[in-house]
């Protein structure tokens, strides 16, 4: 239950974004010069999603864990939740911040397959976040990055 517990904690506030008339969120595709829109609509269907990391640069920091509820009509349908290995140990006052330890994340897989199994569970949804440049800086840095190193 404690890996869940991220999910578990959107899942139980999503209702609150049931209500938001402003969201901001990222259209599907999140390379090139998307940077995001604000919608005055509502929508039916969308992924809430948050990320813990290292630290506070997508630049030199790793994404450490991955969590997310899939909502269509106000319910949540699907979750999603992913540790993620950084391949480096993960620095002390971050896990003081997210609780995240070497030791949980040791299995995990890589931050590119950990990736790769959110977009899919994304599939081409409105991405909603608490801090959405934050979290799709992130997100952006490492798909931005394999298309750079291909």
Excluded: C, W
Excluded at 68 to 77: D, E, L, Q, R, T
Excluded at 107 to 130: K, S, T
């Amino acid at each position: 239950m404690k890996y869940n517990q991220r999910a578990y904690e959107l899942k139980v506030n999503n209702t609150k974004y049931n209500s938001v008339h402003r969201i901001n969120l990222v259209e599907e595709q999140m390379l090139g010069n998307n940077q995001g829109r604000m919608l005055n609509n509502y929508i039916k269907e969308y992924v809430l999603f948050d990320l813990e990391t290292t630290g506070v640069s997508s630049n030199y920091d790793e994404v450490i864990e991955i969590a997310a509820v899939k909502v269509k009509n106000g319910k949540v349908v699907e979750e999603f939740n992913e540790l993620v290995n950084p391949k480096r140990p993960i620095p002390y006052a971050a896990s003081m911040v997210n609780n995240i330890t070497d030791d949980m994340v040791k299995d995990a897989p890589g931050q590119d397959d950990a990736v790769d199994a959110f977009m899919e569970f994304v599939g081409g949804r409105a991405l909603i976040a608490h801090n959405a440049d934050f979290d799709t800086s992130f997100i952006r840095a490492n798909l931005s990055g394999r298309v750079e190193n291909s």
